[in-house]
C-alpha cells in the first residue's frame, strides 16, 4: 500500500484516537492520523487531564507550604510565582504532546495536520490551515475527536472572564473571587487550585450535592474535607445570568432567593459535549444522540460500513482512560482480535486534595437497582501511614454482594486514592471479593491497609477500629 492508502485513518489525536493508532500499527496496519490542532495528544494532555494535575500538584505543595509546613518544624516565608507554575506546566505539556509525536514516528504512523472531513466511505479528506486538501483512503477509519465544554447560553464564555477549563488554568493572576458553575471533576479540580492559590471560590452546583453520580456518603466526606479547606458550596443552586455593569456578578437562585455573586471570575464547568463540528457526518447518514454523540454498535461500529467511533464522541463516561481502552479494543476488532472493554470496572477520580476515586457501583446505584449487598468502610484516620503524613481526611468504602461477597462497588476519599483504587480494579477484574481483599497482605504502614481494612469491616472484622 503506497501513497494516500491506508489500512487505518484515524481522526483525533486524543488518548483515544492515538492509542488506537498506535495498536493499529502495533498489528501492522498501515496507519495515518489526523489533527487540527498544533500539538498532539488531545484535551487531555494540552488542556486537559495533564496540565490540571500539574496545577494541581504546584498549588497543593504551596497550600502545604503555607499551611502544613509549620507542623512539620519545616518553617520559612514561601511566596507564590505564579508565572513560573504556569510555566511549568507549559513545560510538562509540552514534553507529554511531543513524547506522542515521537511515539507516532517510532510506530510508523503517519500524522496529517489538518481538519479531518468524511467524503464517504473509506475516505477522509485533510483540510490543512493553508486552505490545501489532502484525501486520504482507509480500509477503516475511526472517529475520535473528542469533546468540548458546554457553554450556557445565557452565560457565554468570553475567554476572559466568563471561562471554561481551557482559561482557567492560565489566569495570569490569582483572581479575587472566582465563581465556579457546576461541582463535578472540573469544578472542583480548578476550584481547589485557585482556593489553594488565594482565591475566594465560591461553586454554584444545581444538584443537592457535588461530584454528580458518585458514592453520596463518599461525595460528602470530600465536601466537609472541600469546605474546610475554605471552598463554599452553593447547592440546589442556579446560576440565572451574569452582569458586567458596574463590576462582574454571578446571579445565582437558590432556594427562591435571588444572590449577586460578585466575582472577577466565571468558571462554567457543567459538563462537556460530543465534538463533531465539521466532520461531515449528515451527508452520510450518520445519527448523534441528543447530547450529540455518535451512535456507534458493540463494536464501535457506524451506521456506515468501515467508519467506527470512540471516546468522548460516543456513550459512556468522557475520562481519557475509557477512551483509550476503546482505541486498544477497536484496533483490536479491526484486526480480527477480540478486543474488549470492561464497563463496569472504569474508575473514575475527582483529582482535588483528598482524592475522590470509585469503581464499580454506588449504594444508591445498587439500592435503586434491588442489588443486595453489604457494606464496610474505614477511616484513614486510623491508619498509622495516613497519621504519619499528616493525612486525617477520608475513608474507604467497600460494597459487596450479600449472597457471594463479590465486589460490587469501591469508593475512597483520601490521600493517593487515585492509586489506591487500582486494587479494587483489579479484584473486580477478576470477579473477585472483600474476603480476597481482606486475606491478602499488606505492607505495613501504608495506606493501602485502609482499604484491607474496609474489607475487613464489610464482615464486621475490622482490626485497627
Ligand atoms: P460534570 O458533568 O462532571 O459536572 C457538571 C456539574 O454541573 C454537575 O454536577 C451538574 O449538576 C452541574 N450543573 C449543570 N448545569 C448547571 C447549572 N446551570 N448551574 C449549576 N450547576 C450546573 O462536568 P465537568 O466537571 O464540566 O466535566 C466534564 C467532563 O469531563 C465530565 O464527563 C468529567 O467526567 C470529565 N472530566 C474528568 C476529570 C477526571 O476524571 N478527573 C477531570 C475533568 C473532567
Redesign the pocket.
Known sequence: MTGNHFDLAVIGAGPGGYVAAIRGAQLGMRTAIIEKSATLGGTCLNI??IP?KALLQSSELYHQAQKQFKRHGIVGDFKLDLKTMLRRKDGVVKQLTSGIAHLMKKNKIEVFAGLGQLRGEGKVAVLGADGAETLLEARHIIIATGSE?IE?PFAPFDGERVVSSTEALNFAEVPEHLVV???????L?LGSVWKRLGARVTV????PHIA?TADRAAAEVLQKALQAQGLKFMLE???LSIESEGGLRAVVEQAGERHQLPCDRVLV????RAHTAGLGLEPLGIQTDRAGRIEVDAHFQTAVPGLYALGDVIRG???AHKAEDEGVACAELLAGKAGHVNYDTIP????TWPELASAGQSEEQLLAAGIAFKSGSFPFMANGRAKAAGERDGMVKILAAADDDRLLGVHIVGPTASELIAEAVTVMEFGGSSEDIARTVHAHPTLSETVREAALAVDGRALHM
Open positions: 486537559g487531564c490540571s465544554p450556557l458553575i457546576g461541582a463535578g471533576a472540573i469544578g479540580e454554584v452546583e444545581m444538584l454528580g443552586a442556579r446560576l464547568a457543567v459538563g462537556r463516561p468522557m475520562l473514575s477520580v475527582i483529582y
